[in-house]
């Protein structure tokens, strides 16, 4: 498995946009199949953030936290091979270090659980200040 590389991570006022990149060197035999981001700040346990699978008909199918539900936008690009998080309306409880997560399952249904996946990159920091 080819590990993914996040990049995009920085530090943010709150109420500003960070966008958050995944380069995921394409699972074989798993384009499309389910991709997330996960965060997980210090004393923490990791969270699911966002995923997206490409769906049956060929459209993107999205799932998102309660908590980033209306302000974080997951997409990923025609190969389904680059993973992409649009932040904006920061808050500082956004803060933590995001994980990129490829190799899921075919659907997203539970995306949160991280065993899912096959693939982990090394993370990105976002830091929100108030």
């Known amino acids: 498995q080819v590990q993914p590389v996040e990049s995009g991570g920085d530090s943010a006022q709150a109420g500003g946009s960070l966008t958050l990149s995944c380069a995921s060197g394409?699972?074989?035999?798993?384009?499309?199949?389910?991709m997330a981001w996960f965060r997980q700040a210090p004393g923490q346990e990791r969270e699911g953030v966002a995923a997206i699978s490409r769906g049956d008909l060929g459209g993107d199918i999205r799932y998102y936290a309660d908590s980033v539900k209306g302000r974080f936008t997951i997409s990923q690009d025609t190969t389904g091979k680059t993973l992409y998080l649009q932040m904006s309306d920061l808050k500082p409880e956004d803060t933590a270090m995001y994980y990129c997560a490829t190799g899921g399952p075919r659907y997203c249904t539970n995306y949160a659980l991280s065993s899912g996946y096959k693939s982990w990159g090394q993370g990105t920091q976002v830091t929100v200040s108030s």
């Open positions: 394409g699972n074989t035999g798993r384009s499309f199949y389910c």
